[in-house]
């Protein structure tokens, strides 16, 4: 968990000098263009990208929906040069995109995509948290469990949406690895790759559930799990929206004698080491407007996952089915609603508890649960919220002399009320979790701060069906 103080500080210091976000419009700004009606045709007799310094032509031109020559029905027109600007900002390559266009004659425009470029390497420091999430550390107060290092993030590289990640990370917790991002191989820019390898050491290890609460056994003297891992995974994008992808992924764990000593089905059947190769398939259909933070459009995907394919010893047989649908609708000028269903089914009672997940574990929760972990073998979650813009999209112009891709910063506030509804099915551990095959509810109101570079900032007062209730922070978008 990585702590964004300085865009916080940003946001939060000059959040109401800042002055309202343009929203491009299409400048119709002549008496004739107003006479034009939703079917009336315009060509799009010239095409101009300005702006890319860094990123390629190719790159840029395999988001558009409109291009030179094109011949439109205005509706349509207008839908594809909101879709270009959405698309273009999926990359995660732009602070901000311009798109205008200028009357050339009666029926002809020219249109002008101006991008303003991110800052494509990091050298980011690490301060993270060992807990599961802040407000596990919040609890605890224990500064201890504290990780330190240094990412170096190079996005972009090359000018071709690759990505170059390096990670040494030192501390409670130790990692090294390094990943590399290639979304496209081949001429169509339809098929890429990714590869990735990490060696990991912890001195803490959560060995079992008790009352589903996560029961921590740690050895300041010694490193209790450590793991090995490698991977590669392939990816097909037709189209703009659908990506389909395989991959496969080797793992090999190792635990203290203690921590097999005191739950033998942490690994299974008291062993200290697991080797597992795991291969997967997951289908995406991804219609929402912006990624990071959506409020309109759909995703749909679904994840076949295989762990242990049977040439290594003591490797598990597991098979599960996992698919979630994301819905956000605009309802009203500044309201809208946000909708997901998740689940995940396996028909497998007999998995190790390191190769069970259910709620606990990052964003897959019911709100008001943050301290409880629910594993299990198969789980339903639904989640939704209500959101108002309590500050619509805004771009602070800072007032001094800075780094062009740091001088203005967009921000947003939203206020939400949530209800959240999740059940998970544990044949395993049923006595020591409780929480398990039974409803569990939660609801409350919260506050959504959202910035640049992909940063999400939430604020949130929660309730479970206990009566139980606290302030949760959480650095990641709600749904």
């Keep these: 968990m990585r702590f964004t103080g300085i865009f916080l500080f940003f946001a939060f210091a000059f959040s109401f000098a800042g002055r309202s976000a343009e929203s491009f419009p299409l400048n119709c700004s002549s008496e004739a263009d107003t006479l034009l009606t939703d079917n009336d045709t315009i060509i799009i007799s010239q095409l101009i990208i300005t702006g890319n310094q860094v990123t390629r032509m190719s790159i840029i031109q395999r988001e558009l929906v409109i291009h030179e020559l094109d011949t439109l029905p205005r509706i349509v027109f207008e839908r594809a040069i909101e879709r270009t600007k959405e698309n273009l900002m999926n990359t995660n390559l732009f602070n901000f995109v311009t798109i205008q266009h200028q009357k050339l004659s009666k029926t002809e425009y020219a249109v002008i995509i101006d991008l303003k470029e991110r800052w494509y390497v990091f050298p980011v420091p690490i301060f993270e948290l060992v807990d599961r999430n802040f407000n596990e550390f919040v609890k605890s107060g224990d500064w201890s469990r504290i990780n330190y290092g240094a990412y170096l993030n190079w996005d972009n590289f090359r000018g071709m949406n690759e990505s170059l990640r390096l990670l040494f990370r030192w501390g409670y917790s130790q990692r ?34 008790d009352e589903s609460k996560l029961i921590l056994f740690k050895d300041e003297n010694d490193f209790v799990r450590k793991e090995i891992a490698a991977g590669i995974r392939y990816t097909h994008r037709n189209g703009f929206y659908d990506t389909g992808s395989f991959a496969a992924e080797y793992r090999y764990n190792s635990i203290s004698d203690t ?20 291969l997967s398939w997951q ?93 299990g073998q198969n789980y339903l979650l639904s989640r939704n919220s209500f959101k108002f813009a309590l ?70 007062y929660s309730f479970n069906k206990f009566g139980e209730n606290g302030f949760f922070l959480h650095f990641t978008a709600p749904i």
């Excluded at 060696?199 to 290890?205: F, I, V």
């Excluded at 921590?259 to 062993?271: D, K, S």
């Design 391 to 460: 500050l619509p999209t805004r771009v602070l112009a800072l007032p001094f002399n800075f780094l062009e891709k740091f001088r203005t910063i967009p921000y947003a506030f939203y206020l939400n009320a949530n209800f959240d509804l999740g059940y998970v099915r544990d044949r395993q551990t049923r006595e020591l979790n409780p929480l398990a095959n039974t409803l569990q509810l939660g609801y409350g109101v919260g506050l959504d701060y959202v910035t640049y570079y992909n940063l999400v900032f939430r604020m949130e």
């Design 259 to 278: 921590i097999a000593q005191l739950n033998p089905e942490f690994l299974g059947q008291g062993r200290t080491r697991q080797e597992l190769i795991t």
């Design 283 to 375: 289908f995406r259909r991804d219609h929402r407007d912006f990624k990071i933070y959506p409020l309109k459009g759909y995703l749909f995907d679904v994840d076949v996952v295989k762990q242990g394919i049977g040439v290594l010893a003591n490797e598990p047989d597991l098979l599960y089915l996992a698919a979630q649908v994301k819905y956000f609708k605009q309802l009203a000028p500044r309201w809208y609603t946000t909708h997901t269903v998740k689940g995940k089914l396996s028909g497998q009672s007999d998995a190790s508890f390191f190769n069970t997940r259910g709620f606990g574990y990052g964003n897959e929760l019911v709100r008001g649960y943050e301290f409880y972990v629910i594993p």
């Design 176 to 209: 090294i690895g390094v990943s590399y991002a290639i979304p496209f191989i081949n001429k169509n820019q339809e098929e890429g790759l990714i590869v990735g390898a990490s060696y990991s050491r912890n001195r803490e290890a959560g060995y079992k559930v």
